[in-house]
């Protein structure tokens, strides 16, 4: 067996990623031609003084509504309009540091297990001041049984779970949900490691 | 009914990449966790990513001498950088978009955020392309020797010349952004974010002069190799079970 290749180290997106990622409509992915939830996610990046973080590129990356992933390895005979890309960016507002995805709520995908993952949405987490990406997920608060049930969300400690749930507002319509990232402090989001 | 294909990554390796906090980069030490992460197994969620099906959506812009559209080239000196995207056991990548974005050959980027520096704008040069790699992993971008630059981190502070480079790959756990800098720059010691990365990787972020790859009459040649996560041998996976 040959010796592995060293990976490239990752350095920071610094300021002006925005010049290629993450431009003009990069935050919406369009409802798909096999139907689905329309659904708004809204929220903003903190940093560990609680100041939102002005300059964040948050990538997405979820499933379709009938829980295909739009990748040559996810063969299952499922429905799948080929333009669902399943992937999205946004930026952090400069002035708010609100960010803002527009989708389609993600069906369920298989686990390790032989059983299927709460609906959920990759993340990663980019900034000018960050060296290296952050992963993290986002789970649904109105999808308590499936997230009760969800391998991933068992291994979070109790206490910190919530910190991967995105609140649903109350009668809102597409409904929309706040998601917020927190660096630091006793309610740090879980960031993933795989 | 058709199972998926999970596959099976080896560990990132944590020790090749700069950690989340360094202070003399003074913005990681309010922008990174404190907690450990959470290691979990990949799922589909991980092992799969945009990387494929983005590819086939991009168009190409490997020109960014010309890309600006006026019809006149940029200033600056004109150079190739090519190389591959490998993962870790030396496959090509194919078919995987790279995403670049850099200062003018003056360390001038055209971005409204840039208000500080005094150094021209070039109208021919926007500082931003795309390519995709071959069938066995290669890329080849025409573009400017990007300038060094000022920025804040402490006095006196200058970037040494660079490439800013987004990769996504093949899947969700491959994502890279990195920074290419080139052969012998001066400003290799004084740079926090280069210095970020540790001792033994750091090389790996340098474009070598490559003589072969210069062009007569036309553009210094430059090489950059990229080395994503890979999956692991059959070997390997024994050995971790
Ligand atoms: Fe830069």
């Known amino acids: ?141 109105d999808e308590e049984e499936a997230n009760h049930d969800d391998l991933i969300l068992r291994r979070v400690p109790e206490a910190r779970r919530g910190t991967l749930v995105a609140d649903l507002e109350p009668g809102s319509d597409p409904a929309t949900y706040r998601f917020d990232i927190r660096f630091q402090g006793e309610d740090e989001t879980v960031f993933l490691d795989f | 009914m058709t199972e998926p294909l999970i596959r099976h990554y080896g560990p990132k390796a944590y020790s090749d990449h700069p950690p989340f906090r360094y202070p003399d980069y003074k913005s990681t030490v309010k922008r990174s966790p404190s907690h450990d992460l959470l290691s979990i197994v990949a799922t589909l969620s991980e092992t799969t990513g945009p990387g494929p099906i983005w590819s086939d959506i991009s168009e190409e812009d490997a020109d960014l001498t010309l890309n600006a559209g006026t019809g006149s080239p940029a200033i600056g000196e004109r150079i190739i950088v090519t190389g591959h995207v490998l993962d870790e056991n030396g496959n090509g990548v194919p078919g995987t978009i790279l995403e670049i974005w850099q200062a003018n050959a003056c360390g001038r980027y055209a971005h409204w955020r840039e208000t500080e520096f005094p150094a021209p704008l070039d109208p021919n040069f926007l500082g931003v392309g795309q390519c995709r790699t071959s069938e066995t992993g290669e890329y080849r971008f025409t573009t400017i020797k990007p300038g060094p630059y000022p920025w804040g981190n402490h006095p006196n502070a200058w970037r040494p010349a660079h490439i800013h480079f987004s990769v996504l790959g093949p899947a969700l756990l491959t994502r890279l952004v990195t920074q290419m800098y080139f052969e012998g720059d001066p400003l290799f010691p004084l740079d926090p974010i280069y210095n970020s990365a540790p001792e033994h990787s750091r090389d790996r972020m340098i474009a070598r002069y490559d003589h072969e790859v210069t062009e007569e009459n036309w553009a210094l040649g430059y090489r950059f190799d990229i080395v994503l996560r890979g999956e692991l041998s059959m070997l390997e996976e024994l050995d971790e079970s």
Do not use: C
């Not at chain 1, 708010?96 to 995908?109: A, D, F, M, Q």
């Open chain 1, 1 to 141: 067996m040959s010796p592995k290749l060293g990976e490239t180290p990752s350095q920071t997106v610094g300021p002006y990623y925005s010049m290629r990622l993450g431009g003009e409509g990069q935050n919406v992915i369009p409802v798909p031609a096999e139907g689905g939830q329309r659904i708004t996610i809204t929220g903003k990046v903190f940093d560990a003084d609680r100041i939102h973080v002005e300059d964040a590129l948050l990538e997405f990356w979820q499933a379709n509504p009938v829980g295909r992933y739009n990748h040559p390895d996810d063969k299952r005979e499922l429905d799948l309009d080929p333009r669902f890309s399943g992937f999205a960016r946004a930026m952090s507002d400069f002035k708010t540091g609100t960010y803002r995805l527009e989708t389609v709520k993600p069906g369920r995908v298989p686990d390790l297990e032989g059983a299927f993952q709460a609906p959920h949405i990759s993340v990663v987490v980019q900034a000018r001041g960050m060296l290296d990406p952050v992963f993290t997920r986002i789970y649904f608060s």
